[in-house]
Nanobody, 122 residues
Framework: QVQLVESGGGLVQAGDSLRLSCVAS????????VGWFRQAPGKEREFVGA????????SHAPSVKGRFTISRDNAKNTVNLQMNSLKPEDTAIYSC???????????????WGHGTQVTVSS
C-alpha cells in the first residue's frame, strides 16, 4: 500500500509559478510510475504528466509542455511538479497517483492522493 500526499497548491496570478510536491509513505516510489492529473469544475480528470521513478523518463501533456516540469527527489521520496507561466485555465485540483505503467489515463494508476487546489487568477 502506498499513501500519497500532495502539497504546494494555492492562489496565484497569471504568469506566476508554483511547485507541487507528492510524497509517498508506506513504500518508496522506486518501482512505480508517478503521474499528475488535474480536474477542473465540470470537467473530466486530465493527464498532466508522469515520471518513471527508476529511469527518470518523463512525459508531459501537450497543454503543459514547456511550462510544467516533473522531477523526482530521491532523498525525499518526492515527485515535484514545477508549474511556470500559469494561466487561468490551469485552475484545477491537482492530484498525484502511482501505478506500474506510464499511461495517460486515470484508470492506469492504483494509488491516489487527495489533491491540492491550484487557482490562477487573471
Amino acid at each position: 500500500q502506498v499513501q500519497l500526499v500532495e502539497s504546494g497548491g494555492g492562489l496565484v496570478q497569471a504568469g506566476d509559478s508554483l511547485r507541487l510536491s507528492c510524497v509517498a509513505s508506506g513504500r518508496t516510489f522506486s518501482r512505480y510510475v508517478v503521474g499528475w492529473f488535474r480536474q477542473a469544475p465540470g470537467k473530466e480528470r486530465e493527464f498532466v504528466g508522469a515520471i518513471r521513478w527508476s529511469s527518470g523518463v518523463t512525459s508531459h501533456a501537450p497543454s503543459v509542455k514547456g511550462r510544467f516540469t516533473i522531477s523526482r527527489d530521491n532523498a525525499k521520496n518526492t515527485v515535484n511538479l514545477q508549474m511556470n507561466s500559469l494561466k487561468p485555465e490551469d485552475t484545477a485540483i491537482y492530484s498525484c497517483a502511482a501505478g506500474d505503467v506510464l499511461v495517460t489515463i486515470p484508470g492506469g494508476y492504483d494509488y491516489w492522493g487527495h489533491g491540492t487546489q491550484v487557482t490562477v487568477s487573471s
